[in-house]
């Protein structure tokens, strides 16, 4: 009988020594520290052994725990993407084996584990504290597990497979539920072909249903967190079998919208397509690469040859070893918060990464981290106001309209809450729900670095005094634009250097809106025009929309007739930088009305100076 495809011997070896080269160059590549997205909260919840966001992730969460606990050395978030970069190599490893059972084709499982493993977006989410390298894991494993039952050749080799496939898909489950449209295709395939070979029976059904129950275990963390209470972030009440649903069922983002992130995991399929295709190419002269070493070499080669050219492109964007920014976008953030903050959080950016350096690293215990989105859930304050020592909370749910609901529970606006909160200085990062403005009956927002702190009305903006007293907070040192534009590490970037402006523009908006007498208007205009003028020239590479500003303050103070400053050199500079700004900014929808002001202005400046000759 001749050998099946996939039976060489050596091939699990050379599939654990794939997996190790692949773990090593995601290991060169890790982040030291908290990577963008989701991570920071995963991994929050891991070390607090709270509970994620929907669908909860309780393997993951798990998982991360024990290696936090176990590895003695790295951050705790270097920790965490160490653990991903380990479950991406795994799933190379198995993508390589599957192709080569199939195939019996070095090359080819080589092919498939290089074309998956270093593509962008895996390489990208491998190396970062995210659930996508675990499902990549499933994804394999359950690939594999299909070809080893249709390889088995007795009915009690597929009802062993068959068992622990099942239990693989409800563990799946424990982790990402994009693994439902795999599950949903091998699933009905297995069983058919049971019952086509006349092996499938009640029983044997209703053991298959409780090895996929046993898989889903995991999921009972989730209430018994839940119950305990302990973790100072969490997500949901997970305590009463409603609850629990709401969260499995990601009801709270939409229940199965499982399509956002499947290309990562269908990149697996195109994976084994791949390898599969140059298999068939070399199949066709398998019988001389057997009696041919050279061809053989060749055969590697080629496979290997496609691997290294993925690492070449593929490492300058996904190296993310010397990269901290999202590391120190936050602490920047907490380091230039007075004593005792609060600050109310709003979105991914900084949320997440505050909440791993605020609960898992120690830093800046003294301020409060409260979340705007999560008051609005009922759950959130019956579950986390024991953790949030020192806040009051007029209510048990933000609401916009204050009262109480049909079920008894008693709303509070964000005025409401800054007025029993008085005694604490009160920071929104980054901006406020755009639902409640109640806050504007007695509170200002006054820039501070890239939040925005929140002051009362009474209290008259004093420009001198503000940027002497926020002038310390803008030391980012990163170089603007130099990273990857799709990168949380350029969201981070471009938010601190959009922060270097704020407190000009404010100063400006405040001159152009205010109802104030010309002398302090004239005061206003003149402290905007010093800042744009001192950040413009201090910095050559800066956000393209700092040209425009500069240049309509400048316009602004040659409006003013001050008699410091030179009418033409405003112009030129009011011209420069409105050319600089449409150069670089093509799809503004002003550009042609920026144009055609620039024309004016240069005929206006050509006049000046021809006056000037005379």
């Known amino acids: 009988m001749g050998r099946q495809p996939g039976s060489r011997p050596g091939a699990a070896g050379f599939a654990g020594a794939l997996g190790a080269a692949v773990a090593a160059a995601y290991a060169a590549t890790l ?4 990577p963008g997205g989701d991570s920071g909260e995963l991994i929050t919840a891991a070390y607090e052994l709270g509970v994620a966001h929907p ?44 192709v080569f059972r199939l195939s019996g084709s070095y090359a080819g499982g080589i092919l498939a584990a290089g074309v998956f493993s270093f593509s962008r977006l895996t390489w990208q989410w491998s190396i970062a504290a995210e659930v996508f390298s675990l499902n990549n894991l499933f994804v394999g494993l359950l690939m594999l597990l299909a070809v080893r039952f249709e390889e088995a050749t007795t009915a009690k080799e597929r009802s062993e497979i068959s068992k622990v496939g099942a239990f693989c898909c409800g563990l799946s489950l424990c982790n990402q539920h994009t693994i439902t449209l ?54 949901g009440d997970q305590m009463t079998f409603q609850g629990f649903l709401t969260h499995f069922l990601r009801e709270e983002y939409g229940t199965f919208s499982l399509v956002e992130r499947f290309w990562m995991q269908s990149n697996a399929v195109v994976a084994v397509l791949a390898g599969l295709g140059l298999a068939s190419l070399i199949s066709v002269g398998n019988r001389v690469l057997e009696n041919n070493p050279l061809l053989y070499c060749l055969e ?17 964007i ?79 749910q933000w609401n916009p309209v204050e009262g109480i609901l049909p079920d008894g529970t008693l709303t509070f606006n964000l005025h409401h809450f800054l007025k029993v909160n008085k005694n604490r200085e009160a920071f929104a990062c980054i901006g406020l729900n755009e639902g409640d403005s109640t806050w504007r009956k ?50 981070a970037d471009e938010e601190m250097w959009q922060a270097r402006m704020k407190t000009a523009f404010f ?7 205010a109802t104030v ?22 910095h050559k590479n800066h956000p393209v929309n700092w040209h425009k500003n500069y240049a309509i303050a400048c316009e602004r103070m040659l409006r003013l007739h001050k008699a410091d400053v030179d009418p033409e050199v405003l112009l030129s500079e009011t011209v420069k930088h409105f050319l600089l700004y449409t150069e670089k900014a093509e799809d503004d929808p002003q550009r042609a009305d920026i144009l055609q002001a620039v024309k004016h202005l240069n005929r206006e400046l050509q006049g000046l100076r021809k006056v000037k000759q005379m």
Not at 31 to 34: F, L, Q, R, T
Not at 65 to 85: E, H, M, T
Not at 455 to 460: K, M
Not at 525 to 536: L, N, Q, V
Request: net charge neutral; aromatic share 16%; proline share 7%.
């Open 300 to 316: 590697w080669l080629s496979a290997a040859a496609l691997v290294a050219s993925q690492i070449y492109t593929n490492y300058s």
């Open 55 to 98: 669908p909860g992730y309780p393997l993951f969460t798990l998982l991360a725990r024990l290696v936090i606990g176990l590895l003695p050395f790295g951050s705790i978030a270097y920790r965490v993407n160490l653990l991903c970069s380990l479950l991406g190599a795994a799933a190379a490893s198995l993508l390589y084996y599957t």
């Open 517 to 538: 007498s010309a002398d302090i208007k004239s005061q206003l205009y003149t402290f905007a025009y010093d800042s744009y003028k001192e950040i413009i020239h201090s």
């Open 182 to 235: 795999y599950v949903l295709c091998i699933v009905p395939w297995v069983l058919f072909q049971l019952f086509k070979g006349k092996e499938l029976s009640l029983g044997y059904l209703l053991k298959l249903g409780l090895c996929f129950l046993a898989g889903l275990l995991p999921y009972l963390y989730l209430p018994a967190s839940s119950y305990l209470n302990q973790a100072r972030w969490t997500w």
């Open 31 to 34: 982040p030291p520290s908290v």
């Open 507 to 513: 100063i400006f908006d405040l001159a152009e809106t």
């Open 318 to 396: 996904c190296d993310q070893s010397s990269n901290y920014v999202v590391d120190k976008f936050g602490r920047n953030l907490l380091s230039s918060m007075p004593p005792d903050a609060i600050i109310l959080l709003r979105g991914d950016l900084p949320g997440n990464s505050l909440r791993y350096l605020h609960y898992c690293e120690g830093v800046r215990p003294d301020v409060t981290l409260v979340d705007q989105e999560m008051m609005t859930y009922k759950w959130y304050l019956p579950k986390m106001a024991k953790h949030l020592p020192g806040i009051s909370f007029p209510g048990r």
């Open 442 to 491: 007695s509170y200002s927002l006054w820039p501070w670095g890239s939040c925005d702190k929140l002051v009362p009305s009474g209290i008259v903006f004093n420009p001198g005094e503000w940027i002497g007293l926020t002038r310390h907070i803008y030391n980012w040192t990163e170089d603007y634009g130099r990273f990857d534009p799709t990168s949380w590490d350029a969201v």
